[in-house]
């Protein structure tokens, strides 16, 4: 059995992205710009922000943080949309989500200009991404692509199983996976909630995505021996003992399970650091233009 280390293996493609940049800055080149805009002040959004502009600061890319109150208005938000969408300086933005109610997500998404949109959320990335095309990979199923890559996990003809069919996740790696490419080339199978006979079709599962937000879902019980076992749940669960009071919990009933793996990703340090270098690696390709 092995542990992928995404913290080490994102510390890695950091450093690799930094030493692009650097090799950008000493030919005289502009190095990428990521802008992030945020809405109000919730604590989980605050610090994912906050880890996006430090991930920046590593790879030497610029970044800018634009703040508005929780109760901006949809059309001014709009309006800061399209002054980034024609900002030159700028390669790629996000806007962090959620937003607040009275503000429509899906609108706002749409309004980023697909070639700067670096978290892969728009419809012309989802539909570049499931036709082959290059284009912005969202974040989370492209550092799981990252880690089987780099771990040199073999795909071509296994199956893999996929729990939970978000449009972040589960259906973004389900789309990967079954691509003819290198990490690729899988039969795949997405289970969600009126799926029948979950356990029987998780042990057939040579690579099992679990990606459903149900803390130790995924027990020894459902596993091949031999599997590789992706965790992508990142529930917090209230610990009294922890600074922060809480600790992150994933789908997978780690300690149980490990043992019957080939591979297997924990929570933390597992798929949640390689997101935020899917999004550096997003950013370096838009500012080389898409
Ligand atoms: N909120 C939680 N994850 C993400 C992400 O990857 N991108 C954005 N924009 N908001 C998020």
Same mark, same amino acid.
């Given at each position: 059995?092995?542990?992928?280390?995404?913290?080490?293996?994102?510390?890695?493609?950091?450093?690799?992205?930094?030493?692009?940049?650097?090799?950008?800055?000493?030919?005289?080149?502009?190095?990428?710009?990521?802008?992030?805009?945020? &809405?109000?002040?919730?604590?989980?959004?605050?610090?994912?922000?906050?880890?996006?502009?430090?991930?920046?600061?590593?790879?030497?890319?610029?970044?800018?943080?634009?703040?508005?109150?929780?109760?901006? =208005?949809?059309?001014?938000?709009?309006?800061?949309?399209?002054?980034?969408?024609? $900002?030159?300086?700028?390669?790629?933005?996000?806007?962090?989500?959620?937003?607040?109610?009275? %503000?429509?997500?899906?609108?706002?998404?749409?309004?980023?200009?697909?070639?700067? $949109?670096?978290?892969?959320?728009?419809?012309?990335?989802?539909?570049?991404?499931?036709?082959?095309?290059?284009?912005?990979?969202?974040? #989370?199923?492209?550092?799981?692509? $990252?880690?089987? /890559?780099?771990?040199?996990?073999?795909?071509?003809?296994?199956?893999?199983?996929?729990?939970?069919? +978000?449009?972040? &996740?589960?259906?973004?790696?389900? =789309?990967?996976?079954?691509?003819?490419?290198?990490?690729? /080339?899988?039969?795949?199978?997405?289970?969600? +909630? +009126?799926?029948?006979?979950?356990?029987?079709?998780?042990?057939?599962? $040579? %690579?099992?995505?679990?990606?459903?937000?149900?803390?130790?879902?995924? #027990?020894?019980?459902? &596993?091949?021996?031999?599997?590789?076992? %992706?965790?992508?749940?990142?529930?917090?669960?209230?610990?009294? +003992?922890?600074?922060?009071?809480?600790?992150?919990?994933?789908?997978? /009933?780690?300690?149980?399970?490990?043992?019957?793996?080939?591979?297997?990703?924990?929570?933390?340090?597992?798929?949640?650091? !390689?997101?935020?270098?899917?999004? !550096?690696?997003? #950013?370096?390709?838009?500012?080389?233009?898409?």
């Amino acid at each position: 059995m092995q542990i992928i280390d995404g913290k080490k293996t994102a510390a890695e493609i950091k450093e690799e992205i930094a030493r692009e940049v650097q090799i950008m800055k000493e030919r005289g080149e502009r190095a990428p710009h990521l802008a992030a805009i945020l &809405v109000g002040h919730d604590g989980g959004s605050e610090s994912y922000v906050a880890n996006k502009v430090k991930a920046c600061e590593a790879c030497g890319f610029e970044s800018s943080l634009i703040r508005f109150d929780e109760d901006v =208005t949809e059309e001014r938000l709009m309006q800061e949309i399209d002054r980034l969408n024609n $900002d030159p300086a700028v390669d790629g933005f996000i806007v962090q989500l959620p937003l607040p109610r009275h %503000i429509d997500e899906q609108r706002v998404t749409e309004a980023i200009n697909f070639r700067k $949109d670096v978290d892969g959320f728009h419809p012309v990335n989802v539909g570049r991404l499931s036709i082959g095309l290059p284009g912005f990979r969202s974040a #989370t199923p492209a550092g799981i692509i $990252d880690l089987l /890559d780099r771990y040199g996990i073999p795909t071509k003809g296994k199956h893999a199983v996929i729990l939970g069919r +978000s449009n972040i &996740v589960g259906k973004p790696i389900a =789309t990967l996976l079954m691509q003819k490419a290198q990490p690729g /080339d899988c039969t795949v199978t997405v289970c969600h +909630s +009126s799926t029948r006979n979950i356990k029987e079709i998780c042990r057939e599962a $040579d %690579i099992l995505v679990a990606a459903l937000g149900h803390p130790g879902f995924v #027990t020894e019980d459902m &596993v091949k021996p031999g599997a590789t076992v %992706i965790d992508v749940g990142t529930t917090r669960v209230p610990d009294p +003992s922890r600074k922060s009071g809480f600790r992150l919990c994933g789908d997978v /009933d780690f300690d149980n399970v490990a043992p019957k793996c080939e591979f297997i990703t924990p929570v933390p340090g597992g798929v949640g650091p !390689m997101t935020i270098c899917s999004l !550096m690696k997003n #950013t370096l390709l838009a500012r080389k233009g898409l």
